[in-house]
């Protein structure tokens, strides 16, 4: 199903829009946890604490998503401009059921910003939230979606039994003390620090944000999808308890290396990081029993992926792996896979941001471990079909050495997730 550029009536909905709507099946959600502890908007009442989980969730008086995307209007400037994306939006429901303190966590552009700001500060009253059967003011969290032309691609369900067998076998490793994941070249990669940051006081300042960076991402994901989670609010608090700690220990444990020689000490306790989200799991798994952690898997680390794949019906959403380049088969394909937030990481390590306009694909990216190029910006024309994507168009590249280089490129990549 395509979705094309659309203008919305705030008073009149298409059926067309109403079926769209009703694809967004995510109704709300909670604050991020570092938000929580510290932002509270006051009230007249005697009690201002917000909450993020209660005994009984507020209630939106009918199908929440249909209000807001009859309600959204595209602005004329975003089309222009061809931007694209979501727009993370956080609100309070009061005890009265009004909504209040509405604020952007995650923003896409000013004017896609304004409008869903906008949008949901004008809605009506919810029922409020309950705690002991008394209203209380609740944290929700909310993503407005802006798409101008789009393709759902087809996932490929992963199952259950092969995550609790791969974490098993990961628990395994960790009791004999061998490592989680497969060593890679620790030098190539302290050698590419080096060459990005330039010195090992930068390379802390780097990589602590860029750490922050994702724990941010972690925390909007969980956001989204732990209010659908079937389960009740201290097992969800557990949960986040779990996360908290896991991201908690990555920044502690940078923190905890000298300045001298910072980065090759960094490249040694990498390997450390991902054994921490196996012990995050472990915790999970302990804590919650198998029935209720097969839920938790798979709606917390499956469902994600493939609802916002399918929602954003972003057609380049998901993994790929090239085929064939400049017409020559490629022996060892390297992988790539586009988020839907407009960004994109390969298994060489690149990562960058991307856009979509009108059939064409523009990367880039500041972060290359190809040969001796260091950044790159492309644009291609792009054909994609579920399956096969084709790129076709032109890349320019900054090279080490400070040259820059124009290269015309012809891709073919396979869809693998």
């Not at 956001?223 to 557990?238: G, H, Q, R, T």
């Not at 923190?255 to 960094?266: H, K, V």
Request: aromatic share 10%; proline share 4%; with cysteine.
């Amino acid at each position: 199903m395509i979705f094309k550029p659309y203008t919305l009536n705030r008073q009149l909905v298409t059926k067309l829009q109403v079926l769209f709507a009703s694809m967004f099946l995510l109704a709300g959600t909670l604050p991020t946890i570092a938000q929580h502890h510290h932002e509270q908007t006051k009230d007249s009442t005697e009690d201002n604490k917000v909450y993020m989980f209660v005994e009984e969730m507020p209630v939106f008086p009918g199908n929440l998503n249909a209000w807001i995307y009859s309600h959204v209007q595209y602005p004329e400037a975003a089309k222009t401009k061809g931007i694209e994306g979501k727009v993370y939006v956080r609100f309070i429901i009061e005890k009265d059921g009004t909504v209040n303190d509405v604020k952007i966590i995650r923003g896409v552009s000013t004017e896609l910003d304004n409008e869903a700001k906008e949008v949901i500060a004008s809605m009506p009253k919810w029922y409020p939230g309950k705690q002991n059967n008394t209203p209380v003011r609740v944290y929700y969290t909310v993503p407005v979606y802006f798409a101008l032309k789009s393709t759902a691609p087809n996932v490929e369900r992963r199952t259950f039994d092969r995550y609790l067998k791969a974490l098993e076998a990961n628990e395994a490793k960790l009791k004999q003390g061998t490592d989680t994941v497969a060593s890679s070249s620790a030098e190539m990669y302290r050698l590419y620090l080096k060459k990005r940051y330039g010195s090992d006081k930068a390379a802390y300042k780097g990589l602590v944000t860029s750490a922050r960076e994702q724990q941010q991402s972690s925390e909007i994901m969980l956001s989204i999808v732990m209010p659908s989670l079937a389960l009740p609010a201290e097992d969800k608090n557990m949960i986040l308890k779990y996360y908290k700690e896991e991201w908690d220990e990555q920044i502690r444990l940078i923190d905890s290396l000298p300045e001298e020689n910072f980065i090759t000490r960094y490249v040694n306790i990498t390997p450390r990081f991902q054994e921490n989200k196996v012990i995050r799991e472990i915790k999970i798994r302990d804590y919650l029993g198998l029935k209720k952690f097969k839920k938790y898997v798979e709606e917390c680390i499956f469902s994600p992926g493939k609802l916002f794949r399918t929602i954003v019906a972003n057609p380049l959403a998901g993994k790929w792996e090239k085929i064939s380049e400049n017409g020559i088969e490629v022996k060892h394909p390297i992988q790539k896979e586009f988020y839907d937030d407009f960004s994109f990481l390969t298994s060489d390590g690149t990562k960058g941001t991307y856009k979509i306009t009108t059939g064409q694909l523009i990367e880039s990216s500041q972060s290359v471990k190809v040969k001796d190029i260091i950044e790159y910006t492309a644009t291609y024309q792009f054909e994609a079909n579920n399956q096969i994507l084709v790129l076709t168009g032109e890349a320019k590249l900054k090279l080490a050495n400070g040259t820059l280089k124009n290269v015309q490129v012809k891709e073919t990549w396979r869809r693998i997730e």
